[in-house]
């Protein structure tokens, strides 16, 4: 599980501005989660993405959130106009094409809102 | 909506002995529940998981057994050591969906 690769590992932002954080499924994985994780805290499903299309976004908060997972390039979730609440580990997983039960999970973006 | 009880959130064992740890799961619908290892600033890794059609599952010393009756889910680790001290996450799947729900984790020390 390795190959789930995350970017950047830390991201310190200030009130106000934005985020974005990456994940690269493991190859031949075309299934992406999203999970938030406070301190101290289980993992929150936010989004599940497939190639250029949402398929269950119940878990992602109504505002300033958003989530893409292009036909080319990494899945991105995106968070505009970031607060100190936002401060939170972010882990995407990934699975394959098949659809089958195991995810395997990236190293995880640690965001730090200012 | 769906929930996944975890007990107990902090556990300490001697080195050798046993440790249980337990999850309930509200949406009887569910029918897949892994179990993921965080070390500390790590990312959670899959140990073991079970699904509904089986009432237990072993690998070396660790064992899962699912209650389907009672709506719980049981991890087991035998022959502690101290490189088991990690936090423990149980989740819970619905049949038909994508969409893990995961418990608040238990946070295990294995003492020396």
């Known amino acids: 599980n390795a190959g789930v690769m995350q970017n950047p590992r830390h991201l310190v932002r200030r009130r106000g501005q934005e985020a974005r954080l990456r994940c690269s499924p493991m190859k031949g994985h075309s299934h992406v989660y999203w999970y938030r994780q406070l301190p101290e805290e289980g993992l929150k499903f936010m989004v599940y993405?497939?190639?250029?299309?949402?398929?269950?976004e119940s878990g992602m908060p109504k505002e300033r959130f958003s989530a893409e997972f292009p036909k080319e390039g990494p899945s991105i979730l995106r968070i505009q106009q970031v607060v100190r609440g936002d401060s939170a580990a972010y882990f995407c997983?990934?699975?394959?094409?098949?659809?089958?039960?195991?995810?395997?999970f990236g190293p995880g973006t640690r965001l730090t809102v200012l | 909506g769906e929930n996944v009880e975890q007990h107990p959130s902090t556990l300490s064992v001697q080195e050798g002995d046993s440790a249980v740890i337990k999850c309930t799961y509200s949406d009887s619908a569910s029918n897949y529940f892994p179990w993921y290892k965080q070390e500390l600033g790590k990312r959670p890794q899959l140990i073991i998981d079970?699904?509904?059609?089986?009432g237990e599952k072993k690998d070396q010393r660790i064992a899962v057994t699912l209650n389907k009756t009672a709506k719980h889910f049981s991890l087991h680790i035998t022959e502690t050591q101290p490189e088991d001290s990690a936090v423990y996450f149980c989740a819970a799947r619905k049949a038909g969906t994508y969409k893990y729900i995961f418990g608040t984790g238990t946070r295990l020390k294995v003492l020396a």
């Open positions: 993405l497939q190639k250029e299309n949402i398929i269950d």
């Open positions: 997983a990934s699975s394959p094409a098949s659809g089958t039960d195991t995810q395997y």
């Open positions: 079970i699904r509904s059609n089986v």
